[in-house]
């Protein structure tokens, strides 16, 4: 009977292992053991896996071998950029491969560097080296700008050892195990500041243009980077398990863990949302993305799964769809409720709200301060005149308004509610009259109409109390709205154009793209890759990825002019000529307009 008992004991879990493989196989496409792999990066349809037995292995989509690169196994790190992959090896050394064509990858060229390599960062016509001789930690800079000629031009000691990094507009951002992010500009060659998440840190992403994930030990943290100098936590998301890497698209983070594969919807940073899982209990250490395939690579036994995104979320999804079904027959949209009206004894000419508080320009008599902790019953705190001011703009803990008679006035808003003037960018009423402002890292963009044409002044406002000029420049069409957003700055103007330029430097200003929107554009909100126009009665997205050109991808019209837009957790909410339109962006390329709040006077 013992006998007997035990048998039946196996067959179910026999059973029970069959139904799991069986679940788990329709979550991953296609798994492959290959011996000893830590990592894997795709070059261009061409999944590299790093082997410390086969050194870098290249695979094809059914993760069959087709190339391996010569004398490699002591490779531990490897970065594409363009058409040169840079790897770096345990025995010291900076290698070039041209993967022009990624099947034939050929060595252009290599540089020793001393200690035991761990990774490398590419930016323009250098390469940044981490290493670790001893107890002494260095980050080396190398000039790549000719394969053939490589030559080392700085090395850093830093504090401590690096567990993992990234790069970002010119910034190298470097987390240690014991969980500080330290943040290094690569021009000045200098470590300028140093955050402390509170957590262990595995692993380092950006995961859109001003946010930084930082993987460890049960969680999840996203950081707020617009402005490098001052770091802000925006959210945290317990997971399961140590995150060894993070990989992103559109508003979506896959999170490879030592309990599996998380894929999270971060579209609302301060609460991020599980949107599936595979590979249950398995250590992943890596992550790749390809357009719509996740490769994941097992750290415990060595085996490579590819798994489809949709595959992935398809059970969550339908689980989401079964219960909007249960609960009501259409999605509901956000709370759009009128909670309260403020009465004003002048016209407003704009607003910004920060935290608590919302900071209302009055024309022609400064600027009111309203406490709107309680959105039904905002409290007037206190008045601040200026001359004549018109819109407003903040960005890390400052206030930038444009004042229409005298210029550019910034206040200092870090405590929320109390502003303190701060300086002020003088201009006189014949060079013309301040229509906005807007602000990216410690850098003012002042638009100014004249009688004849209109100009953006470049102005430097990393001291506050002397801000200056850097110079200005010729706006045809002048200005209707404008946004800085990460490296870009995107105006609309009457002549009906969207221009993007590049404000990764300031100082070398240039004009990227010009796109006819035969219409004008009125207004301009942003997240992640896309940017949404109000132009004419429609509301349309544009994809950015390729700077020297936007890509439309969502013409809606809403019935009425479009006045005003605002991306808010996968919603644009529209201020139009009959009310309030919600439109539900969750999928940019698929606007579903889902309700109206109307409004009297628009």
């Known amino acids: 009977q013992f006998l007997y008992f035990i048998g039946i004991v196996m067959l179910l879990v026999t059973l029970l292992m069959t139904l799991c493989a069986e679940v788990l196989q329709m979550e991953i496409a296609v798994r492959k053991k290959i011996p000893k792999v830590t990592s894997a990066t795709n070059v261009q349809g061409t999944l590299y896996l790093l082997s410390s037995w086969e050194g870098a292995v290249g695979v094809n989509e059914q993760l069959e071998k087709v190339v391996a ?28 491969y041209d993967v022009t064509q990624p099947q034939q990858p050929a060595l252009r060229g290599e540089l020793s560097i001393k200690g035991r390599t761990h990774d490398v960062l590419v930016s323009g016509h250098h390469a940044h080296v981490f290493a670790t001789s001893g107890t002494t930690h260095t980050l080396t800079t190398v000039n790549v700008a000719s394969p053939g000629d490589l030559y080392k031009t700085r090395k850093l000691i830093l504090p401590t050892t690096i567990a993992s990094s990234v790069l970002h507009n010119d910034v190298i951002y470097a987390a240690s195990p ?7 500009d690569i021009q000045a060659g200098t470590l300028k500041t140093e955050y402390l998440t509170g957590r262990p840190c595995s692993c380092l992403e950006v995961v859109s243009p001003a946010v930084l994930a930082a993987g460890g030990l049960d969680a999840l943290v996203l950081l707020d980077i617009a402005d490098p100098m001052d770091i802000k936590q925006i959210g945290v998301k317990e997971i399961e398990g140590t995150t ?7 508003s979506l983070i896959f999170a490879g863990t030592d309990k ?27 992550v790749v993305l390809t357009a719509e395939t996740v490769y994941i690579v097992a750290a415990t036994d060595s085996e490579v799964m590819k798994v489809s995104i949709l595959d992935l979320l398809h059970k969550t999804s339908l689980q989401m769809q079964r219960k909007d079904i249960l609960e009501d027959d259409t999605p509901a949209p956000p709370p759009a409720n009128l909670e309260s009206v403020i009465k004003l004894d002048a016209s407003v000419k704009g607003f910004v709200s920060v935290e608590t508080h919302m900071y209302l320009i009055r024309e022609k008599q ?23 001011p018109g819109k407003v703009w903040y960005a890390s803990g400052m206030l930038y308004v444009a004042d229409t008679e005298g210029g550019m006035l910034l206040y200092n808003a870090s405590i929320p509610g109390e502003p303190k003037y701060t300086g002020h960018f003088a201009l006189s009423v014949t060079e013309g009259i301040v229509e906005a402002v807007v602000s990216s890292k410690g850098i003012a963009y002042m638009f100014v109409t004249s009688p004849y044409t209109s100009y953006l002044y470049i102005v430097d406002t990393t001291v506050p109390q002397i801000p200056f000029g850097l110079g200005k420049m010729n706006v045809k069409g002048g200005h209707h709205d ?25 100082r070398t200003f240039n004009l990227r793209s010009s796109l006819n929107t035969v ?62 339109v919600i439109v539900d962006v969750k999928d940019p390329r698929k606007g579903n307009r889902i309700a109206l709040r109307k409004t009297v006077g628009g």
Request: proline letters at 3%; aromatic letters at 12%.
């Open 69 to 96: 690169l010569e004398s490699t196994k002591t490779l531990t790190k490897l970065r594409v950029v363009g058409s040169l992959m840079y790897v770096v090896c345990k025995d010291g050394a900076l290698k070039i």
């Open 260 to 286: 599996g594969l998380f894929a999270l919807d971060f579209s609302n940073p301060s609460d991020v949302e599980v949107r599936g899982q595979a590979a249950r209990d398995v250590s992943i250490s890596s």
């Open 519 to 580: 219409q004008v554009p009125t207004s301009i909100s942003a997240f992640m890759e896309f940017i949404y126009v109000g132009v004419g009665t429609e509301l349309r997205a544009y994809l950015t990825l390729n700077p020297d050109s936007l890509e439309e991808a969502l013409r809606l019209d809403l019935g009425s002019t479009v006045n005003d837009v605002l991306w808010y957790r996968g919603y644009v909410f529209a201020a139009t000529d009959e009310g309030l």
């Open 244 to 250: 060894n890497s993070v990989a992103a698209v559109g």
């Open 178 to 184: 014991s969980g500080s992010v330290y943040v290094y």
């Open 366 to 388: 400064g600027f009111a301060v309203f406490n709107c902790m309680d959105p039904r019953y905002p409290v007037f705190v206190r008045s601040i005149d200026t001359t004549n």
């Open 482 to 506: 404008s946004l800085a957003y990460g490296d870009r700055l995107y105006i609309l103007t009457s002549y009906h154009t969207i221009l993007t330029f590049d404000i990764s430097n300031p």
